[in-house]
């Protein structure tokens, strides 16, 4: 259950099917099919930024946008990493 203000002054209480819609702070493209129920946020969250992203690709890649574009983008973010630390490409 959720629980929402309408017109900053009346609140209302919204059911999702199950409890587990949560767009924000649990989507289901970063969630599912993971057994102990981890997130991808708490793994990233204390990486530098292009490793946290790419690693959020990858970990969602085909859940939620196209698997290929999702990939791409890995790839994109992990050569950014490399450029930042010098490396040759």
């Known amino acids: 259950m959720i629980t929402l ?3 900053e002054m009346e609140l209302i ?4 099917p199950n409890g587990r ?3 924000v702070s649990g ?9 102990n129920g981890a997130q ?3 793994l990233i969250e204390s990486l ?3 490793r946290g992203a ?8 085909g859940r939620k946008d196209d698997e290929i574009q999702d990939l791409r983008k890995a790839h994109w973010y992990i050569e ?3 450029v930042r630390m010098g490396a040759s490409l």
């Open 40 to 42: 991808v946020i708490d």
């Open 27 to 35: 989507p289901s493209y970063y969630t599912s099919g993971y057994s």
């Open 54 to 61: 790419a690693i959020k690709y990858l970990a969602r890649a």
């Open 21 to 23: 819609h949560d767009p």
């Open 5 to 7: 203000f309408e017109d």
């Open 80 to 82: 950014r990493e490399l």
């Open 48 to 50: 530098p930024f292009n």
């Open 13 to 16: 209480e919204v059911n999702f």
